[in-house]
């Protein structure tokens, strides 16, 4: 994976995905030059580290979970706030934007049986335009 700064680089990941180390991630900054200015490695479940161990510093640690996570799909705090609509925000989204979908605020506060019931007015039309279209194919 590329990235770009105030100092041109490039960080490549190389996470294991088969074994027993899948979580286990490494990778190089480099400058222009192709020189290693950090190393980075950890566990993308546990933390990232910059250096060489054991003296390495923490650079990142995932979010805590909250109280009631297994409400909402095991989401970290950080995952869950993303998807919060406030009202400044509100105005400059799409009409379409799945935040103001009834059935989807029922379920992202936990309503889960009342989110799944729900019937949307807007996914309905559509689906009735789509099966409407198959039919006139044959």
Known sequence: MGCQGSKEG????????????RHEVFGTVTDSDGQVLHNLFGKWTEALYCGHAPSARVVWRPG???EDYHLYYGFTRFAIELNELDEDQAKYLPPTDTRFRPDQRLV???????????????????????????????
């Open 64 to 66: 805590s979970m909250p």
């Open 10 to 21: 490039e960080f490549e990941n190389k996470a294991s995905s088969w074994s027993s180390k």
């Open 108 to 138: 992202e506060e936990g309503n889960m049986n009342a989110g799944g019931n729900h019937e949307d007015p807007t996914g309905a039309a559509t689906k009735g335009k789509a099966q409407t279209a198959r039919r006139s194919r044959g």
